[in-house]
Structure formats: C-alpha cells, structure tokens
C-alpha cells in the first residue's frame, strides 16, 4: 500500500519545525574579540636599562627603576613596594640635605632587607 503524500509532507513539515525549535533554543556562540596583548607576567622588557649616573641620586634612580619594573612584571606585590618607595623617599630627602653617603647606605639597607644584591 503506498504512503499518503499529504501525511509523508505533514511529517516532514512537523519535523523540521521541530527540529527548528531544538536550534532556536541552543545557545549561540558568543564571538569574543582577542584579549589585547599584555605584557608577559614576570619579563622584563627588551629594552629596559637602569639610569646611569653616580652618588646617591644614580643609586636612588637605579633602586626606583628596579622596583617600578619588578611591580610591573609581577615580582613583588603593591605593599612591599610601597615599603620600598617609603624607604627610597627617606634616601632621596638625605640625598637632597647633602647627606650622600647616607642615602646610599640607606638605598642599600633597602635592597639587603628586600633581598636583592648589593648595588
């Protein structure tokens, strides 16, 4: 016995209806733009140099500068760098009163407590 073509075109019609209605409901896929490129966690940057220079102002600028790029790399955390800015301030004041062997010693005693190499 042959199908009848009006219920074979019914079930076809009810199907993809159906199926229709399972796609309308899936979620769609979210296009997301690229995360903007960072720096790498932990690099320091190609061409980053320390400020050159002598007495207490150079070794003052050459803490800061290790410092600003060891927060910006990931290497030290927000409190103790504004310890570290809190004792390069104190150096830099005895730096300006003339007191250049002290604000050395001062920048490092800094560098010893947060352990880096002597400078």
């Not at 760098?81 to 300006?96: G, K, L, P, R, V």
Request: aromatic letters at 6%; one cysteine or more; proline letters at 9%.
């Amino acid at each position: 016995m042959p199908a009848n073509p009006a219920r074979a075109w019914f079930a076809a019609c009810c199907l993809a209806l159906a199926l229709a209605a399972c796609k309308a409901n899936s979620p769609q896929p979210q296009v997301q733009a690229p995360p903007p490129p960072a720096r790498a966690n932990g690099v320091t940057p190609a061409g980053f140099q320390l400020p050159e220079g002598s007495g207490c102002s150079a070794d003052i600028s050459r803490w800061q500068a290790i410092q600003q790029n060891d927060l910006q790399t990931g290497h030290v955390n927000k409190a103790v760098y504004d310890q570290i800015q809190s004792e390069t301030a104190a150096a830099a004041a005895a730096c300006q009163a003339g007191r250049g062997a002290e604000a050395s010693a001062m920048v490092r005693a800094s560098r010893a407590r947060h352990g880096y190499p002597g400078g």
